[in-house]
T-cell receptor, first 113, second 114 residues
Framework: SQQGEEDPQALSIQEGENATMNCSYK?????LQWYRQNSGRGLVHLIL?????REKHSGRLRVTLDTSKKSSSLLITASRAADTASYFC?????????????FGKGTKLTVNP | DAGVIQSPRHEVTEMGQEVTLRCKPI?????LFWYRQTMMRGLELLIY????????DSGMPEDRFSAKMPNASFSTLKIQPSEPRDSAVYFC????????????FGSGTQLSVL
């Protein structure tokens, strides 16, 4: 079963606005990662946040993690048309020495020029 | 570095035929993952290898699917016989465990089984 679930499934905004995507998961994790996928392409890693971190920044990206609520959010500030893509969260479970990443179904972001 | 290389990019076959998908991970990466992506089920992990050894194949849907990694630079995913419900995009990804946990994905193989 899916570990991460993104919300919303689809998001449409205007260029310059901020985009916020949320991810919820079910079990204890070592880390949570966000990936981006352009249409017809493979996934590209954006940012990783560890279970002992609460917030992380990378350029226009801001990720938060709330382990008590088992949730994370990805904020893209000052969005551009080129940010149009699907965004996925992925979790690495902490139990059983699991090294595998389990992905959610993604949020499809459309940024209108 | 050329990144993770997958072939073929597109595969169209008829039901019952054997299909072989190929992957070359990034040199030096010791983990290799095979994922399948469909609209209905999203990204599903099929199997992963560490140092060429299969670690977890619990995601392989059934005996028609098999995967091998004969050496550190090559892996195959085989479907025999193929069925229309196998139609999906199959991704290979690799990572270097000693540095960090992020995955590097190939461009995928779009498989259509008619």
């Amino acid at each position: 079963s899916q570990q991460g679930e993104e919300d919303p499934q689809a998001l449409s905004i205007q260029e310059g606005e901020n985009a916020t995507m949320n991810c919820s998961y079910k079990t204890s994790i070592n880390n949570l990662q966000w990936y981006r996928q352009n249409s017809g392409r493979g996934l590209v890693h954006l940012i990783l946040i560890r279970s002992n971190e609460r917030e992380k920044h990378s350029g226009r990206l801001r990720v938060t993690l709330d382990t008590s609520k088992k949730s994370s959010s990805l904020l893209i500030t000052a969005s551009r048309a080129a940010d149009t893509a699907s965004y996925f969260c992925a979790t690495e479970a902490s139990q059983g020495g699991s090294e595998k990443l389990v992905f959610g179904k993604g949020t499809k972001l459309t940024v209108n020029p | 570095d050329a990144g993770v290389i997958q072939s073929p990019r597109h595969e169209v076959t008829e039901m019952g035929q054997e299909v072989t998908l190929r992957c070359k991970p990034i040199s030096g990466h010791d983990y290799l993952f095979w994922y399948r992506q469909t609209m209905m089920r999203g990204l599903e992990l099929l199997i992963y290898f560490n140092n060429n050894v299969p670690i977890d194949d619990s995601g392989m849907p059934e005996d028609r699917f098999s995967a091998k990694m004969p050496n550190a630079s090559f892996s195959t995913l085989k479907i025999q016989p193929s069925e229309p419900r196998d139609s999906a995009v199959y991704f290979c990804a690799s990572r270097y465990s000693a540095t960090n946990e992020k995955l590097f994905f190939g461009s995928g193989t779009q498989l259509s089984v008619l």
